[in-house]
């Protein structure tokens, strides 16, 4: 048996969106489900985002703590980001991301994994990235403002952020996911297995 998911899309009787926001929006569809009955379901409809695991020569990941406000808490993150465009390119937006929030450009792009962070009420879709080789980007830094200018910045050993995690000291979705599977990629030696940057990435297409 192969544990893999599989696309499906069980048929929609009538939907609306009763709310559209800035970046995303809440639709409500009637879903026929298997017994015949049918379902309302509500979910935000969301672009999707990248988000890079930066990890320099001292093997240490790049992070970010800031201020979110559903949660009402200063979260550690990596660096992370709409994709604004619609069919834009992922590596190009996570190397605009790396660059924006932290200053930083890297050499070496690997596709850590790809995750739906809440499907049960949200499409939002996250390539997760591998980022080495890091560098100061050139030129100067990207301006930021709202929660994005009260930003902190820390390079923490991967082993301490594992710690952290399993601790339940750390809560953010990407951070959780990127760390652990950076963790179970080299405990499993197998970096260099990890698909290359522009690997196919079905639940968001994109061109080349």
Request: proline share 7%; glycine share 6%.
């Given at each position: 048996?192969?544990?893999?998911?599989?696309?499906?899309?069980?048929?929609?009787?009538?939907?609306?969106?009763?709310f559209t926001g800035?970046?995303?929006?809440?639709?409500?569809?009637?879903?026929?489900?298997?017994?015949?009955?049918?379902?309302?379901?509500?979910?935000?409809?969301?672009?999707?985002?990248?988000?890079?695991?930066?990890?320099?020569?001292?093997?240490?990941?790049?992070?970010?703590?800031?201020?979110?406000?559903?949660?009402?808490?200063?979260?550690?993150?990596?660096?992370?980001?709409?994709?604004?465009?619609?069919?834009?390119?992922?590596?190009?937006?996570?190397?605009?991301?790396?660059?924006?929030?932290?200053?930083?450009?890297?050499?070496?792009?690997?596709?850590?994994?790809?995750?739906?962070?809440?499907?049960?009420?949200?499409?939002?879709?996250?390539?997760?990235?591998?980022?080495?080789?890091?560098?100061?980007?050139?030129?100067?830094?990207?301006?930021?403002?709202?929660?994005?200018?009260?930003?902190?910045?820390?390079?923490?050993?991967?082993?301490?952020?594992?710690?952290?995690?399993?601790?339940?000291?750390?809560?953010?979705?990407?951070?959780?996911?990127?760390?652990?599977?950076?963790?179970?990629?080299?405990?499993?030696?197998?970096?260099?297995?990890?698909?290359?940057?522009?690997?196919?990435?079905?639940?968001?297409?994109?061109?080349?």
């Amino acid at each position: 048996m192969q544990v893999q998911d599989t696309p499906e899309e069980w048929r929609i009787t009538a939907t609306a969106t009763p709310f559209t926001g800035n970046k995303t929006s809440v639709r409500t569809d009637d879903v026929v489900m298997p017994d015949g009955r049918v379902a309302r379901r509500d979910y935000q409809v969301h672009p999707g985002s990248v988000a890079v695991l930066a990890l320099d020569e001292q093997d240490r990941v790049l992070l970010l703590k800031q201020y979110r406000h559903p949660v009402r808490q200063k979260l550690w993150e990596i660096p992370a980001g709409l994709l604004d465009v619609p069919g834009e390119n992922p590596l190009h937006a996570a190397q605009r991301e790396l660059y924006e929030e932290a200053h930083v450009k890297a050499e070496d792009w690997r596709v850590l994994t790809d995750v739906y962070t809440t499907p049960g009420g949200c499409d939002e879709a996250v390539r997760i990235f591998l980022a080495r080789g890091l560098s100061e980007a050139d030129g100067e830094r990207f301006e930021v403002s709202e929660e994005e200018a009260d930003m902190e910045y820390a390079r923490v050993p991967l082993a301490e952020l594992v710690r952290g995690v399993l601790a339940g000291e750390l809560h953010n979705n990407c951070l959780v996911v990127g760390v652990l599977s950076l963790a179970a990629a080299r405990a499993a030696d197998a970096l260099d297995t990890l698909r290359p940057a522009d690997a196919p990435w079905p639940a968001r297409p994109f061109e080349a």
